[in-house]
């Protein structure tokens, strides 16, 4: 903790002015450029010899006389007052008291003489003999004074901002008065938290009845704590009448950390949600329809806020395909969700584009006005097509054939387009398998087609760098490497972490594996406090939304089986996995449209490339702040030391929050706070009048900090 300090106000002690006059007459006497014969001799008369300057504090433990005698040019200074008498007279002139002091030490020619009990105002003689040369001389010298109220400093204000973070110093001001109004001080000021020194004392000079700031510049308070700081005026010059009134406080509220509206991650959230499998009507694996109004309900109750579907003209030319991709689309409407409709028939499509997308467009037409999907908003032709042959003048075109044919049945302005759908990089047999020759190719042909872009993002529970890497890098890609007029939101349409495929040399098992103990990762809790980190983490890097891989239970097609569940098989009661819950946090506590905004520190690593290109943000909390223009706020946050928990930690590390509404009740929803998976609710925390909420979360845990309604 540390201050710099600057204090107001000149310096105009009367003893000094007189040790400064002393000291030029000194230097004057033994300068080398004064030759003695030129100096002048001590005059024999009194007064012009020495001058003599009294003066008389008082207050409520009697009356000093500060007296004070300087030599003139050619005579000796004085060191000791032979004698000192000293008058008082009543306010009618009448003689009150008289004392004499004899051998009276006077350093530098000055002292202060006890005068008794004197009143303010009253009037004091002062008779002084000093004896000084060789042989000595006697002088007696002559002055009176009016007794002056001694200096009372007080304390009269300390100011610092009622709030601040452990990164970010402040200044505190401190006010001094001097409230006697007949003399003026010199004093120390001190700023201390406990018994600890903050910043060096400060030097004030206070005129009679005034007042003086001193600034204590820069202080930096670590604890994230309400914090109490005090401020002591000591070492007054002269001495005080009372010094039981020289202290002040004031109290800051320190976080760690801050939401700041000024920091927008995300102008307007697109929504998370899942992918939703087309194929789960349709027998594709065997779900007994009587399950399926199990499964129905608790997708709705996920309130996905968005949903990405595939739609193969190959797949769906089956009836019961096409019946049960339907059916899951009016599914998605029915749960509130904006859906994406993955055109997966690209490399079939560019050997017809006209006949093809002409069968798409009058499938999505159908979706929309006789199946009633209003919430039909985007579509995107082909899933991770930098993974196969096609090449991006291919999808280019199709996305242009596209976009006539909806036009021409008035849909194109509701159904936007969303281009990418990419992976890092595709097989290296591949014509076209790095994510940055279609990045580029976009940037330069598809800025006028294309609404939005999608990549997708998995990585392994033990490299969260990796998971760290792929965010940032498409961030950089978006926002900063294509130029200015072909950026646009940018999705996450697929992720999801992945585990251990090959466990204790078993059989290879389909992703995303086991966790080390064998429990399957889709199962686990690590595998959910990853994928909310990861969705908290999207935020913070500007991506407008994201659809975790996938929603439930099923099969694509004979070939493909992914078990990335949120929701487990038929045959178990259609499961809710940790996953669901983590992302139902989310869901229920944000809104599609609110902004994404930041919550300080905000530092370079925790957005930037390393030099290594490598993700090089520590093990940290992360929060991130959710709004809307009509006062809903939301913080969804963790800490990343949890990362490699299944289980449950025994830490609850400590949360500090400001920059929130004041004097506000907030809900506290955890996730996993037992370490069942599950949400709970915690109470309410209270903001108090300086916008600061203070709770607790298990390491294992996840927590949402909302003025939503929570049940």
């Not at 710099?4 to 009367?14: D, H």
């Not at 990585?459 to 965010?471: G, T």
């Not at 390393?610 to 940290?620: F, G, K, L, M, Y």
Request: charged share 20%; net charge negative; aromatic share 8%.
């Amino acid at each position: 903790m540390n201050g710099g300090v600057t204090s107001g106000g000149p310096r105009r002690a009367t003893r000094l002015a007189w040790a400064a006059a002393c000291a030029v007459a000194l230097a004057a006497i033994t300068s080398g450029s004064v030759r003695a014969e030129d100096l002048p001799l001590c005059p024999i008369d009194t007064n012009d010899a020495y001058a003599l300057t009294v003066g008389a504090l008082t207050g409520p433990q009697g009356a000093d006389a500060v007296i004070e005698i300087a030599p003139k040019p050619g005579c000796a200074g004085v060191e000791r007052f032979k004698k000192v008498q000293l008058k008082t007279y009543a306010a009618d002139g009448a003689l009150e008291d008289v004392r004499n002091i004899v051998d009276v030490p006077a350093p530098g020619g000055t002292a202060e003489v006890a005068a008794g009990q004197i009143g303010r105002s009253q009037r004091l003689e002062a008779e002084v003999l000093v004896q000084t040369g060789t042989p000595p001389r006697t002088y007696v010298l002559r002055g009176e004074a009016t007794a002056r109220l001694r200096p009372d400093l007080v304390v009269a204000g300390v100011f610092a901002r009622a709030h601040t973070t452990t990164v970010r110093p402040v200044d505190v001001v401190v006010d001094v008065h001097e409230q006697n109004g007949d003399t003026g001080a010199e004093a120390s000021v001190r700023l201390m938290l406990g018994d600890e020194l903050l910043a060096d004392p400060a030097p004030v000079t206070v005129t009679a009845g005034g007042t003086a700031s001193v600034t204590f510049e820069d202080v930096t308070l670590s604890d994230p704590l309400e914090t109490k700081l005090s401020v002591r005026v000591t070492d007054a010059q002269p001495a005080e009448t009372n010094t039981m009134n020289n202290s002040g406080t004031a109290t800051v509220d320190v976080t760690e950390h801050e939401l700041d509206r000024s920091l927008v991650f995300v102008p307007s959230l697109g929504g998370y949600g899942a992918q939703m499998n087309g194929h789960v009507y349709a027998g594709v694996l065997p779900a007994p329809p009587a399950s399926m109004p199990g499964l129905e309900e608790k997708v709705k109750a996920l309130e996905p806020q968005l949903v990405r579907i595939f739609f193969s003209d190959v797949q769906e030319a089956m009836l019961p395909r096409l019946d049960s991709f339907e059916k899951t689309v009016e599914l998605a409407d029915e749960a509130g969700a904006t859906i994406n409709i993955t055109y997966q028939s690209a490399a079939r499509a560019q050997n017809n584009p006209n006949a093809l997308m002409e069968v798409f467009a009058a499938e999505l037409d159908k979706l929309v006005r006789a199946k009633g999907a209003t919430n039909l908003r985007w579509v995107t032709i082909q899933n991770e097509p930098n993974d196969t042959r096609i090449t991006p003048q291919t999808i280019e075109m199709l996305y242009r054939t596209l976009a006539a044919k909806l036009t021409a049945r008035g849909l194109r302005d509701q159904i936007r387009f969303m281009g990418g759908d990419l992976v890092e990089f595709g097989d290296n047999d591949l014509p076209n398998p790095n994510h940055h020759t279609w990045w580029n190719y976009m940037a330069e042909h598809m800025t006028d087609i294309l609404d939005a872009y999608s990549v997708h993002i998995y990585w392994n529970y033990w490299d969260i760098p990796r998971m760290e890497f792929r965010l940032k890098d498409v961030r950089q890609i978006v926002l900063e490497d294509l130029p200015a007029e072909a950026r646009k939101p940018v999705y996450v349409t697929e992720f999801g972490v992945r585990g251990i495929l090959r466990l204790n040399g078993a059989p290879a098992v389909p992703q995303p594996g086991f966790w080390e103990d064998g429990t399957p990762l889709a199962r686990s809790n690590i595998a959910a406090f990853q994928q909310l980190w990861f969705n908290i983490e999207s935020a913070q890097l500007g991506y407008a939304g994201t659809a975790k891989w996938d929603a439930f239970w099923g099969k694509y097609d004979s070939s493909y089986n992914a078990s990335h569940y949120l929701i487990g098989p038929p045959e178990e009661g259609w499961p809710l996995f940790p996953s669901y819950h983590a992302l139902r946090l989310l869901l229920s506590t944000t809104q599609r449209g609110w902004q994404a905004i930041g919550v300080a520190p905000w530092e370079d690593d925790d957005w930037k490339l390393s030099d290594t290109n490598r993700a090089n943000d520590q093990p940290e909390k992360e929060i991130v702040g959710y709004a809307s223009d009509a006062g809903d706020l939301t913080l969804v946050g963790l800490d990343t030391h949890g990362r490699g928990l299944n289980g449950v930690s025994d830490q609850a590390p400590s949360y500090s929050i400001g920059g929130l509404p004041p004097n506000t009740n907030l809900n506290l929803v955890l996730w996993n706070a037992n370490g069942n998976g599950e949400n709970s609710f915690a109470g309410t925390v209270a903001t108090g009048s300086t916008g600061v909420a203070r709770f607790s979360v298990p390491l294992h845990a996840a927590f949402a900090l909302t003025t939503a309604p929570v049940s």
